[in-house]
């Protein structure tokens, strides 16, 4: 079975400073799908970067940028000039390329942004 | 297109009682989840329909738990029989499907609902 680890259950970066949440996952397929989520108090989980396992280039979404090393089962996500409004929850998440978005989340990372 | 929606948003129930949940998906997307999500955790995967047909079912889904897709479009997910460890939020999502560009390109993408909270005493 698939199985995602976050080992940083709580992170903090100042405001508009860099910061990097880390992502280790386990599967024997070679070709999949991670995901980082995001969570704001009370408020629904919304996608905040995707990658394709077969892609070698690592994603970007204007702040937001993933460090994908496949051979290490590594995807790491990186938040520059960090803003108040990114303080959640951030879920990795891995999905099997099968036609569905059935989604392994880890435990998550609580994000504090001090101002 | 207001997104997923999901009633209710928080309901308080005795042990032994049953509860319904129901999800609103966006209307164009074919594919619902459900998901189980208990404090301090991520979301587990419960169940998932393309359109009226429920096509996988986790182990975590026992017989007290049953989720319908009548129409292909609203869903519910009923619990019989609560127990304390059914506490948890649940969280419903929706998909377009394979092939289908989304706000990120590429694939699918779940646009998840609110969820609904459930306390059981």
């Known amino acids: 079975a698939q199985t995602v680890t976050q080992s940083q259950p709580e992170m903090s970066v100042q405001e508009a400073e860099t910061v990097t949440l880390s992502c280790t996952y386990d599967t024997s397929e070679s070709d999949y799908y991670l995901f980082w989520y995001k969570q704001p108090p009370s408020r629904q989980m919304i996608l905040v970067i995707r990658q394709e396992a077969y892609k070698q280039q690592n994603a970007t979404e204007n702040r937001f940028s993933v460090n994908f090393q496949k051979a290490a089962k590594s995807f790491s996500l990186k938040i520059s000039d960090s803003q108040l409004g990114d303080a959640a929850m951030y879920f990795c998440?891995?999905?099997?390329?099968?036609?569905?978005?059935?989604?392994?989340f880890g435990t998550g990372t609580r994000l504090t942004i001090i101002p | 297109d207001t997104g997923v929606s999901q009633n209710p948003r928080h309901k308080i129930t005795k042990r032994g009682q049953n509860v319904t949940f129901r999800c609103d998906p966006i209307s164009e997307h074919n594919r619902l989840y459900w998901y189980r999500q208990t404090l301090g955790q991520g979301p587990e995967f419960l169940t998932y329909?393309?359109?009226?047909?429920?096509?996988?079912k986790s182990r975590l889904l026992s017989d007290r738990f049953s989720a319908e897709r009548p129409k292909g479009s609203f869903s519910t997910l009923e619990i019989q029989r609560t127990e304390q460890g059914d506490s948890a939020m649940y969280l419903c999502?929706?998909?377009?499907?394979?092939?289908?560009?989304?706000?990120?390109?590429?694939?699918?993408?779940?646009?998840f609902g609110a969820g609904s909270r459930l306390t059981v005493l």
């Open positions: 329909f393309q359109n009226e047909a429920q096509l996988e």
């Open positions: 998440a891995y999905s099997e390329n099968f036609g569905n978005e059935k989604l392994t």
């Open positions: 999502a929706s998909s377009l499907g394979r092939g289908t560009s989304t706000q990120i390109s590429g694939a699918n993408v779940l646009t």
